[in-house]
């Protein structure tokens, strides 16, 4: 009886995360959507202000896109928040009180977002350019914030705090606001919105390459893909920082994630940085991968001597599933490095007056461009942008 009940609870374990993670793939580039083209609504609209009716409809045409964006985001975060409560009803019951603030400030940002987004969309007739543009600000803060607010939550699920524990091991004190600003959330949460800025501008400008390829040479084209292009190249950069500030917290809060992520078994000085390769569990061995001699120790700590923990040294209950944290680790940074280099030749033709319609230049724009989202989907599975002069880009993007 009690083996039958052990298979019950780890079969409906499995289910309950493969359910978490399929509703959470879907809505995170959502997410990722409602937090970034508000800015490109922004900038678009504000670029108009001085009478360009084709920067105007390159904004009203984005606000539709973002409203029927913004309602399937309400239901798949709506979803998600059920399943909080009827997949993990223990971790909720037990935790809510400490974790519970974070959801409580992201409905209130929502709601702002829906209330601005309401006027914004419903106001292109009935407000002055001037104030209708001023309705969107509100749209792109609240995005921001209801993004900051959640990813709190799952960074004090990486690095817990602001709690006490009684003799029984329940809650008996909470620190809200400890917790929401505990050891991991600057590295996730700066991840997090630099990456919903990139998936916006990428995805744009994979979208108008496309156009581009059949043929349409348009201005309103030419502008919307200059346009996610540059906050995709500008936030690129500033991604590869912020990934890497994140494996340094990783690495001191929790190095046996850190450990999967790079995977590594032995705990040693000097340690190698894998670049690909797959893992084995069994014999503890990275079959076909490309070692760099001390560059894990350096990332990790910025010293090519500094010794890092390998995945024996934690008992394997509690070691998390290498083979998938590590190949999608390398997913994430391989696609990463990619935009990193299609940011940095953008800026090389830019500079060189080269234009951005040579056939292979687009066709490269558009798949790398297109590829960012999967980034996004993998990033979740390893955890859980830029000023320029209005009138000089205005120059630029004709």
């Not at 990722?32 to 009716?53: H, I, K, N, Q």
């Not at 900051?148 to 799952?154: I, K, L, M």
């Not at 190095?255 to 940085?273: D, I, S, W």
């Amino acid at each position: 009886m009690w083996e039958l009940l052990a298979e019950s609870q780890a079969s409906n374990l499995l289910a309950a995360r493969l359910q978490m993670a399929f509703t959470l793939g879907f809505h995170i580039i959502l997410a990722c959507l409602g937090v970034g083209l508000p800015v490109l609504m922004l900038v678009a609209e504000g670029l108009s202000l001085r009478g360009d009716g084709v920067w105007r409809e390159l904004a009203r045409r984005w606000s539709r896109s973002f409203a029927v964006l913004f309602a399937i985001g309400a239901v798949s975060g709506t979803v998600l928040s059920f399943e909080l409560g009827i997949l993990w009803p223990e971790f909720m019951g037990r935790w809510g009180s400490v974790i519970g603030l974070p959801f409580t400030l992201e409905g209130f940002a929502f709601f702002v977002e829906a209330i601005f987004a309401g006027i914004y969309l419903y106001g292109w007739d009935r407000l002055s350019p001037k104030v209708h543009w001023l309705t969107g600000i509100p749209v792109a803060i609240a995005g921001f914030m209801s993004a900051w607010f959640v990813v709190t939550a799952n960074a004090w699920m990486n690095s817990p705090q602001g709690f006490t524990l009684d003799a029984e091991g329940n809650v008996a004190t909470a620190d809200p606001f400890a917790a929401m600003m505990n050891p991991a959330t600057w590295a996730q949460t700066i991840h997090m919105i630099l990456a919903a800025y990139m998936v916006s501008g990428f995805l744009v400008a994979s979208f108008y390459s496309w156009k581009r390829l059949r043929g349409d040479e348009s201005t309103y084209v030419r502008r919307a893909l200059v346009l996610g292009l540059v906050l995709g190249c500008v936030v690129t950069p500033l991604q590869i920082w912020s990934g890497d500030y994140a494996a340094k917290v990783v690495a001191r809060t929790q190095p046996v994630k850190f450990a999967a992520m790079e995977a590594t078994f032995e705990t040693q000085a000097r340690a190698p940085l894998h670049i690909f390769g797959i893992p084995d569990e069994t014999t503890g061995e990275v079959y076909w991968s490309i070692e760099i001699p001390g560059g894990l120790s350096f990332l990790a700590f910025s010293d090519f001597d500094a010794t890092v923990q390998g995945l024996n040294e934690f008992a394997k209950e509690n070691r998390p599933p290498v083979a998938v944290v590590h190949i999608a680790f390398q997913i994430m940074v391989g696609i990463g490095s990619l935009l990193l280099l299609l940011a940095l030749w953008t800026l090389v033709r830019r500079f060189r007056r080269q234009s951005l319609g040579a056939e292979l230049a687009i066709m490269t724009e558009q798949r790398v461009s297109r590829s960012n989202s999967r980034t996004r989907l993998a990033s979740p599975r390893v955890t859980r942008a830029g000023a320029t002069s209005t009138r000089a880009f205005a120059a630029w993007a004709r």
